[in-house]
């Protein structure tokens, strides 16, 4: 136990970004010398199991999606090009697309276009890893500065591109199985061994791990063994452009059709049991049991479609709804891009998110920096994307009735009264929210990769003497 405090008092943040709840001290990164930090060219980040321009919130596509898009747009912003390597779904798609100025996505072809489910994928790295090369083959020596790896799968393509083009690589997990594994939801299928294998590889292979919160980080560390000189903090951001107040919650509902005077909590995301819908519709009954006449002004929009095992059971949610006898007070939406997606958090009174695990809850920042607060599960990162009390409440454990608890602070609440918990948090929540802009990511990521490679240069120069 003492070894591993003492690797834990190793780890380090970057300059700016606070620590969240439970989370290290930050700590001054060492400064580079003169002429050392120079930041890469081109980087080319691979994102296997999951294509940037896919919609987010069904299937595979959350999160990470948005990260990687957004993150690839912030580093173009500041210089350095993107070129994203993911895997194509469609044989009509072009071999590459151009996202956004200096951000290319390429499609590589491995394995069939569709049907193909994120366990079957770790057969395809190969074809996926041949397809890279080839890219890379078309270019001139020392075309990619070095090599951005997001998840665990992309990690093991990208552990042979660095090595084969000699440059550094930095990884992502976004999630770990292990810690997946420690709170499962009921009815939810636990991450096979080998990715256990797997992502432990990539932890001692990787020159650089970013760490969405400093909690994750310690993860690494306490599962995995990560090297904490190695492992560095950069939170996400959100894009403030795109989810803000505007024209607030009385548009938002007039543009979706929704009641002015209705209690909304909202849920939005893919609908596993990871991510917990049913706590929210459990906790919505517990509410209705409580006071019949709730039903009449309550609306409880789910937006989102099945994703990872709640594929194999996607009409779930829809038959607890019932069994609960709410289905008159909810209402299941698909996945809408990210415009709409802003509307429904303007909307809301509040969004509830009682996911299992996050190792960050991008959904929970942009809906604070819509302007409306966040009850959420204190797991993972999401004490540190919700401060409690403030922006939100965070609620231990995943008991219902806790929920319900949370959810009454909204509940006598009338909409718009400028002293109520939902006008006063969301305002809280929106200042809270503009803390995490992309622009600061993105600068912290490419102290990162300056980093990375000011290290591999210096190792360069001890091996050639």
């Known amino acids: 136990m003492s070894q591993y405090m003492a690797r834990l008092g190793q780890l380090r943040t970057l300059p700016g970004l606070r620590s969240g709840r439970g989370s290290l001290p930050q700590q001054q990164r060492p400064r580079l010398k003169a002429g050392a930090a120079r930041r890469p060219r081109r980087v080319a980040m691979l994102s296997v199991h999951t294509s940037p321009l896919h919609q987010p919130g069904t299937g595979d596509a959350g999160g990470m999606n948005v990260y990687i898009v957004e993150l690839a747009k912030q580093l173009a912003a500041h210089g350095t090009q993107v070129e994203i390597f993911t895997r ?10 151009e996202l956004a100025p200096g951000v290319l996505v390429r499609h ?48 093991h393509v990208g552990w042979l591109a660095a090595q084969r083009w000699g440059v550094p690589l930095v990884n992502a997990m976004h999630t770990m ?20 294998i797997g992502e432990t590889q990539i ?26 000189a190695r492992t560095a903090v950069v939170h996400p951001g959100v894009n403030l452009e795109r989810f803000r107040p505007a024209d607030g919650r009385a548009a938002a509902r007039a543009r979706l059709g929704l009641p002015q005077d209705a209690l909304i909590p909202l ?140 959810l009454r602070n909204f509940v006598t609440d009338p909409p718009g009264a400028p002293h109520g918990p939902a006008e006063r948090m969301g305002e809280a929540a929106a200042v809270h929210a503009a803390e995490f802009g992309w622009d600061a990511a993105a600068e912290g ?9 000011h290290d591999q240069r210096r190792r360069l120069r001890s091996a050639h003497g």
């Open 267 to 406: 849920f939005a995301g893919r609908i596993q049991p990871l991510k917990a819908p049913d706590v929210l519709l459990r906790a919505v009954a517990l509410l209705v049991d409580e006071d019949p006449s709730l039903r009449r002004r309550l609306l409880v929009p789910v937006v989102g479609g099945p994703s990872g095992s709640g594929l194999a059971r996607p009409e779930r949610l829809h038959k607890l709804a019932a069994k609960l006898g709410v289905s008159d007070v909810v209402r299941f939406r698909p996945p809408v891009g990210q415009e709409e997606l802003a509307d429904w958090y303007r909307a809301a009174s509040v969004l509830v998110m009682p996911s299992y695990s996050e190792s960050f809850g991008l959904v929970a920042v942009e809906a604070q920096a819509c302007g409306t607060p966040v009850i959420a599960a204190a797991v993972g990162g999401l004490p540190v994307a919700v401060r409690d009390g403030v922006s939100g409440f965070l609620v231990e454990g995943h008991e219902p009735a806790a929920y319900a608890n949370a």
């Open 203 to 228: 932890v001692r292979a990787a020159d650089r791990l970013i760490a969405n919160t400093a909690e994750e980080a310690a993860e690494l560390v306490r599962h995995y063994e990560a090297d904490p």
């Open 177 to 196: 199985a292990k810690v997946k594994n420690a709170a499962l939801a009921e009815g939810d299928n636990p991450e096979p061994p080998a990715r256990v």
């Open 445 to 453: 990521t490419l102290d990162v990769y300056a980093e990375a490679m």
């Open 88 to 97: 194509a779904t469609a044989a009509a798609l072009p071999p590459s697309v």
């Open 108 to 155: 590589i072809d491995a394995g069939p276009y569709e049907g193909l489910a994120k366990e079957e994928l770790p057969a395809q790295l190969c074809a996926f890893t041949h397809g890279v090369m080839q890219a890379w083959a078309g270019h001139r020596p020392g075309h990619y500065d070095l090599v951005h790896s997001h998840y665990w799968l992309s990690g």
